[in-house]
């Protein structure tokens, strides 16, 4: 019987067909903006960061931050140096979105992506195309469900308004995949990625795993609940809120200061000790 050695030395990698291998990062901020009476709560909104491609294909589109495997890194170390390179924007964390392996998603040829998502605080924010970007931006992003499985996702910059339409494909292990319709004008399917990358966070955000992540430190009850409902595009009533979000936080002895409003309590996340 051939030994493992003998095997090892006999073997030829590059007698088989291999992809290329990219990394694409969904990188979510709630962004707050405030209104004209200040007695009023500021409105948020979810965004994604989008670069513009500098070069082909895809010359001029707006596309997710990313790029290919180099040599002796981890699809996460990819993921994180593509962010910053071309944004400027370094993530603190990646979570895992999916793998995107159809055969024609590149017209370059056979290449892969590790889709992560990602979340930026709103104060840690310089987007500043780089690399192979030729610009940065954060866009306004609304994804809604119809009837047949039919979805709409919508991207909105100043004057820039993209519009993708897409269909729920299958749904495995918590994981919902998309058929693209139209792209919209994005980049490969990326449309699909956001999308998939947007069905991980929403359900994160139903029983809170992922909602923290927006907040600074020490927030008020208020602000986490805005949060929740920006992810999940919805409303939910005060009371129910605070009855549900009661075992995630504890109170401090600290309230606001100097926003023209009445002081609120502060609070931050227990930790798995309780404290």
Same mark, same amino acid.
């Given at each position: 019987?051939?030994?493992? %050695?003998? /095997?090892?030395?006999?073997?030829?990698? &590059?007698?088989?067909?291999?992809? !290329?291998?990219?990394?694409?990062?969904?990188?979510?901020?709630?962004?707050?903006?405030?209104?004209?009476?200040? %007695?009023?709560?500021? &409105?948020?909104?979810?965004?994604?960061?989008? @670069?513009?491609? $500098?070069?082909?294909?895809?010359? +001029?589109?707006?596309?997710?931050?990313?790029? =290919?495997?180099? *040599? $002796? &890194?981890?699809?996460?170390?990819?993921?994180?140096?593509? #962010?910053?390179?071309?944004?400027?924007?370094?993530?603190?964390?990646?979570?895992?979105?999916?793998? /995107?392996?159809? *055969?024609?998603?590149?017209?370059?040829?056979?290449? @892969? !992506?590790?889709?992560?998502?990602?979340? @930026?605080?709103?104060?840690?924010?310089?987007?500043? $195309?780089?690399?192979?970007?030729?610009? #940065?931006?954060?866009?306004?992003?609304?994804?809604?469900?119809?009837?047949?499985?039919?979805?709409?996702?919508?991207?909105?910059?100043?004057?820039?308004?993209?519009? #993708?339409?897409?269909?729920?494909?299958?749904?495995? /292990?918590?994981?919902?995949?998309?058929?693209?319709?139209? !792209?919209?004008?994005?980049? =490969?399917?990326?449309?699909?990625?956001?999308?998939?990358?947007?069905?991980?966070?929403?359900?994160?955000?139903?029983?809170?795993?992922?909602?923290?992540?927006?907040?600074?430190?020490?927030?008020?009850?208020?602000?986490?609940?805005?949060?929740?409902?920006?992810?999940?595009? @919805?409303?939910?009533?005060?009371?129910?809120?605070?009855?549900?979000? +009661? &075992?995630?936080?504890?109170?401090?002895?600290?309230?606001?200061? $100097?926003?023209?409003?009445?002081?609120?309590?502060?609070?931050?996340? %227990?930790?798995?000790?309780?404290?």
């Amino acid at each position: 019987m051939q030994s493992e %050695k003998n /095997f090892s030395v006999g073997y030829r990698l &590059e007698d088989y067909p291999r992809p !290329s291998v990219t990394a694409d990062v969904v990188a979510f901020m709630v962004r707050s903006q405030a209104r004209e009476n200040y %007695k009023k709560n500021s &409105e948020t909104r979810l965004s994604i960061l989008l @670069i513009k491609r $500098g070069g082909h294909p895809f010359r +001029g589109c707006w596309a997710l931050p990313g790029g =290919f495997l180099q *040599p $002796g &890194e981890t699809l996460e170390e990819c993921a994180l140096r593509e #962010a910053t390179e071309e944004t400027s924007v370094t993530p603190a964390s990646l979570m895992p979105v999916g793998v /995107f392996s159809d *055969p024609g998603r590149d017209p370059r040829g056979w290449v @892969i !992506s590790g889709a992560y998502a990602s979340i @930026i605080s709103e104060e840690s924010v310089r987007q500043v $195309g780089g690399d192979d970007a030729s610009d #940065a931006q954060w866009f306004d992003v609304t994804f809604e469900r119809g009837g047949a499985g039919e979805c709409r996702l919508e991207l909105c910059c100043g004057e820039i308004r993209i519009c #993708a339409a897409l269909k729920e494909k299958a749904t495995r /292990f918590g994981r919902t995949d998309y058929t693209i319709r139209d !792209s919209g004008g994005l980049a =490969f399917d990326h449309a699909a990625i956001i999308a998939a990358a947007l069905t991980v966070l929403r359900e994160g955000a139903k029983d809170f795993d992922t909602i923290f992540d927006f907040l600074p430190e020490k927030f008020t009850l208020s602000a986490l609940q805005k949060v929740q409902e920006t992810i999940m595009n @919805i409303t939910i009533l005060p009371a129910s809120f605070r009855r549900k979000i +009661g &075992e995630y936080v504890v109170e401090t002895d600290e309230f606001t200061q $100097g926003d023209g409003h009445r002081p609120a309590r502060l609070y931050r996340k %227990k930790t798995d000790s309780g404290s």
